[in-house]
């Protein structure tokens, strides 16, 4: 009779978290504090005629901060390829939490668009949920048709009506061009990179370019933007104020800047000067050498991020 034989136990290997990214994350985060802290309550300040100078922007991303490290960690801790089985719920739940802008009570309108979503002390935009979503979805559903991507009507067709939804969802619903545009040229960047036929890719390209030229053409403030755009001198005080605004502070930065804390552009000149425009105030306040820093950084984000992606030891996780 043979002696039974124990069973081997199954080895886990330790992941190792990469230390570049976490660098590069710790700047960037770092950096966008100091802005923040720079400017934020000059925007105070304008906003309460004087009343208040405290500074609720630099608190906001303070605690946005602490929120993301404490998900960052949480979610480091957990295969990522268990996200795969429950992509499709993840796509529906946040695809449909787009729709709670709309809803009287927790939806808030700013500037002409319906963006934002506030329960209680909680205030969010969903669509940055429906930007994790889609990815998981796409990244699951590319890997498992793997085989049909060369047949238009199984791969084509399906991708093209999931974009349909999301320019429903973002352009049509909340006014938000600009995050549309985000989550298409993801949706695009993975499209060519699971390996679908040129042909399939390029038509799909052309298809959204020629939706896009009709979603700018039919919002008059889209166009003027999109000319704006082409020629930032043609209406200097009116569509054209922002990015001139914008040009007046990287210039007036000169190559080491104004220094931090010194923003001129701040006090009324620039629109958005904690939001939109923050990367002009880097400019007049760390100059050429400063914004030429950021820049790299984030290019040693992507360049990162793309190494880990072709290092992943499937299809869902390199997409």
Do not use: C
Not at 27 to 41: D, P, R
Not at 42 to 70: C, P
Not at 97 to 111: A, D, H, T
């Amino acid at each position: 009779m043979q002696p039974r034989q124990k069973q081997k136990k199954a080895i886990y290997y330790k992941h190792r978290p990469d230390y570049v990214i976490t660098a590069l994350v710790a700047i960037l985060a770092g950096l966008g504090l100091i802005l923040i802290f720079s400017t934020g309550w000059i925007s105070v300040l304008k906003r309460t005629a004087g009343a208040s100078d405290t500074n609720s922007f630099f608190i906001r991303q303070l605690i946005g901060l602490v929120v993301g490290v404490v998900a960052w960690f949480v979610t480091s801790r957990i295969d990522y390829r268990k996200w795969q089985k429950f992509a499709t719920p993840i796509f529906i739940v946040t695809f449909l939490m787009m729709f709670l802008v709309v809803v009287p009570g927790i939806g808030v309108s700013s500037g002409g668009a319906n963006r934002w979503v506030k329960i209680g002390f909680i205030n969010f935009q969903p669509v940055e949920f429906l930007k994790l979503g889609v990815v998981i979805y796409m990244a699951t559903w590319l890997s498992k048709n793997k085989e049909k991507l060369s047949r238009p009507f199984e791969t084509l067709l399906p991708f093209l009506i999931i974009i349909g939804l999301i320019v429903s969802a973002t352009i049509l619903l909340q006014k938000d061009m600009g995050s549309a545009m985000v989550i298409i040229f993801t949706m695009l960047a993975m499209f060519l990179v699971s390996g679908v036929p040129l042909l399939n890719f390029s038509f799909a390209s052309l298809v959204l370019l020629a939706l896009g030229g009709g979603l700018i053409a039919l919002a008059p403030y889209r166009l003027a933007r999109f000319l704006t755009f082409l020629d930032h001198t043609e209406d200097v005080n009116g569509a054209g104020y922002h990015i001139n605004q914008a040009l007046i502070a990287l210039g007036s930065g000169g190559i080491m800047g104004r220094g931090v804390g010194k923003s001129l552009q701040a006090y009324g000149y620039l629109p958005e000067s904690t939001n939109d425009s923050i990367f002009a105030i880097v400019g007049e306040e760390t100059g050429l050498w400063g914004t030429t820093l950021l820049v790299v950084a984030f290019v040693a984000l992507v360049w990162r991020g793309i190494r880990i992606a072709r290092s992943a030891p499937d299809d869902f996780g390199r997409l």
